[in-house]
């Protein structure tokens, strides 16, 4: 009997989704599939990281980990060397390569529309549907997703792939006249910040870098203030991280090992001794760990030394955990929850820092604008209030200073838990237990397959990718990781007939 898959959301994860499930469709097409693509934005293809139009804003993973199709991880740099060529500018086969994300985009559509004609050829029928879901309903054997526009569809299996959901921080500067809720897209930005008004951009981590790239961008003149708990900037990158190393104490192997020789847990502790014993190793000479801590410190300072140390490629964090890359969620899966609590308190902001860095170029941009006197980053801030006259904002940082500015820009990233998720899709689900929280973030589902586990009987067939499983797939920040997930979720619903 035929069947019906609805994929909600036509960013990069349900792009890749869409593709991986006309690929094998078209070879195995079982008793017959209807695809419908959910996308409540104007343009399919798109999604919200790469919508931009910003010259600024810069892929933040070499290009060759950024293909859409499952196992093919080089497929965008073969699409991007291809394009750069016949623009009679070639990329050097060896370079280090972080393109536009407005370029990503491009490629994005490309494989979105090559996967429309696969599917047309093959006699795969697609319905296209631009509207916001905002409610399911249904079973086990079907169920029956509600748009915000009063139609519905009937469907058998639901993927979701919503992409990077809006937290539900800083209610009490909603509507307050100079706050920005996000800095996407990043119109809003340009057309609503003067040239020389003072910023204050909250948090320090890859979002407010991109609130900083468009401001330069335009030319900004007044101060931009960064403000964040711990004032850590992003590390720069190296280059071609994802190759020339090997690990040999941060591995799987030892983990279980571990495990298996002392009959106990593996804990936040181990993975720090594992993590330091590596980098010790990969570098010939001593490491300040205590330096290494940066957490209200200098971050100018400490950004012209990251600037240093990726021209010198003396930097051994990133290789070691891109070198970890596919081992990292099953390490992640080893920590009792209570040990991912720990992490996310202790180690989350350092991990972040040397994950997901920042390009060259860029840091060079900030290194800039700080020795201009344009650009200043503070940690241990404490709360961000308006100002009770109504002249614009106040923030306040633990030891009593204040900070006034007629901007904020909200720029702390994405949800990750399903409570501060503001779609209302997300909150149906959760009203229904159709969706269960995981206990450090996002929804508790099959690590292997991304199906949902619900906590009740009668739930539809559900499963999700990218943010809303941050808790139980720790790289999900990752296109390539969320692409191999879109495989093994894609290939389990096929399986199920």
Excluded at 16 to 42: C, K, M, N, Q, S
Excluded at 264 to 286: I, N, Y
Aim: include cysteine.
């Amino acid at each position: 009997m035929p069947k019906t898959l609805t994929i909600i959301g036509m960013g990069a994860c349900g792009v890749a989704a869409f593709a991986e499930a006309v690929t094998r469709l078209r070879y195995d097409p079982g008793d017959g599939w209807t695809i419908h693509l959910v996308e409540r934005d104007d343009q399919l293809a798109r999604g919200l990281a790469f919508g931009t139009e910003q010259p600024g804003h810069l892929l933040n993973t070499e290009s060759r980990l950024m293909g859409l199709y499952d196992r093919e991880p080089g497929h965008f740099r073969t699409w991007l060397e291809a394009r750069r060529a016949a623009m009679g500018t070639p990329l050097d086969p060896d370079g280090v390569e972080y393109p536009q994300r407005r370029e990503y985009r491009e490629y994005m559509h490309d494989v979105f529309e090559r996967a429309l004609e696969d599917a047309r050829v093959a006699g795969i029928p697609v319905e296209i549907h631009r509207a916001e879901a905002i409610t399911i309903d249904g079973d086990h054997s079907s169920a029956t997703i509600e748009f915000s526009d009063g139609s519905s569809i009937a469907t058998d299996v639901v993927l979701l792939t919503i992409g990077t959901p809006d937290p539900d921080r800083f209610g009490n500067l909603d509507g307050v006249p100079g706050y920005f809720d996000s800095p996407y897209p990043s119109h809003r930005m340009t057309e609503g910040i003067g040239q020389h008004q003072p910023v204050v951009i909250l948090g320090s981590g890859l979002s407010a870098i991109d609130a900083v790239m468009t401001l330069l961008d335009t030319d900004h003149r007044g101060h931009i203030h960064l403000v964040s708990k711990e004032g850590l900037l992003p590390r720069v990158e190296i280059p071609a991280p994802e190759t020339g190393y090997e690990r040999r104490h941060l591995t799987l192997e030892n983990v279980h090992r571990l495990i298996r020789e002392r009959g106990t847990a593996f804990s936040v502790v181990d993975l720090v001794r594992l993590f330091r014993m590596e980098a010790e190793t990969a570098l010939p000479h001593p490491i300040d760990w205590h330096a290494e801590d940066r957490r209200g410190r200098d971050a100018e300072a400490a950004l012209l030394h990251d600037i240093a140390a990726a021209e010198a490629e003396d930097e051994p964090f990133q290789r070691i955990l891109t070198a970890a890359r596919h081992d990292s969620t099953a390490i992640w899966n080893l920590l009792r929850p209570v040990d991912q609590k720990r992490f996310g308190k202790w180690l989350a902001p350092h991990f972040a820092a040397a994950r997901f860095v920042t390009p060259m170029i860029n840091a060079r941009r900030i290194a800039d604008a700080m020795t201009r006197g344009l650009l200043s980053v503070r940690g241990l801030v404490d709360e961000t209030v308006a100002d009770e006259n109504g002249e614009g904002f106040v923030v306040r940082f633990e030891n009593g200073e204040t900070l006034a500015a007629p901007i904020v820009v909200n720029a702390t990233g994405q949800a990750t838990t399903l409570e501060e998720m503001k779609e209302p899709l997300i909150r149906d689900l959760l009203e229904k237990d159709w969706l269960q929280p995981h206990p450090v973030g996002g929804a508790i589902a099959h690590r292997a397959t991304c199906r949902v586990i619900s906590a009740t009987r009668d739930a539809p067939r559900l499963y999700a990718l990218g943010q809303l499983l941050n808790g139980e797939l720790r790289d999900t920040n990752a296109v390539w990781f969320n692409v191999e997930c879109a495989g093994g979720a894609i290939d389990d619903i096929l399986r199920q007939r």
